[in-house]
T-cell receptor, first 114, second 112 residues
């Protein structure tokens, strides 16, 4: 597609439920990033893939967060046993190279945990 | 700690004026900087980038200036339009580290 696509755009879940957020990167982009954005704040890095390899997951807040990109294209961010503090916008970005190439973002998934 | 910060949280300008949004960074190892525009309900939109081996880079109506001596970055928007109203973030890439570190953002409001 022309840009990074994320789904769903909005997700409401009850505390304790599991959620899965999907990201379709720009075609041909080998690098894929997940960020978390709290209201009024800048995005915070969660994890990074180069093709199917997860090279950095240092930003994942806890072991309840899991990301995968099995075929090096579409990625899924899964949050298990959701908690209220997980409420945020989850942004996906992709880029064509690791260095000196801008990351292009999708419009995010707004997750609300009740 | 290492961070990217913005001097002004809000900026209000008249349509047609030039806007300047500032950003400070603390890590001298940062070598790549990006400005993003974020409108309500949307993801950050790439505006312009600059590498640390440059002092200035121009795009369409936008210019980014980098002062490595004082670790300062600015975004200049010429002839600001109502459609420029948004939150602007600067982001840095620290050396060989590819993950972006964002500041809090500056809300730009353009008055018609």
């Amino acid at each position: 597609g022309a840009g990074v696509s994320q789904s769903p755009r909005y997700k409401v879940a009850k505390r304790g439920q599991d959620v899965a957020l999907r990201c379709d990167p720009i075609s041909g982009h080998v690098s894929l990033f997940w960020y978390q954005q709290a209201l009024g704040q800048g995005p915070e890095f969660l994890t990074y893939f180069q093709n199917e390899a997860q090279l950095d997951k240092s930003g994942l807040p806890s072991d309840r967060f899991f990301a995968e990109r099995p075929e090096g294209s579409v990625s899924t961010l899964k949050i298990q046993r959701t908690q209220q503090e997980d409420s945020a916008v989850y942004l996906c970005a992709s880029s064509s190279d690791r260095f000196y190439q801008p990351q292009h973002f999708g419009d995010g998934t707004r997750l609300s945990i009740l | 700690g290492e961070s990217v910060g913005l001097h002004l949280p809000t900026l209000s300008v008249q349509e047609g004026d030039n806007s300047i949004i500032n950003c400070a960074y603390s890590n001298s190892a940062s070598d790549y900087f990006i400005w993003y525009k974020q409108e309500s309900g949307k993801g950050p939109q790439f505006i312009i980038d600059i590498r640390s081996n440059m002092d200035k880079r121009q795009g369409q109506r936008v210019t980014v200036l980098l002062n490595k001596t004082v670790k300062h970055l600015s975004l200049q928007i010429a002839a600001t339009q109502p459609g420029d109203s948004a939150v602007y973030f600067c982001a840095e890439n620290k050396g060989s580290n590819y993950k972006l570190t964002f500041g809090k953002g500056t809300l730009l409001t353009v008055n018609p």
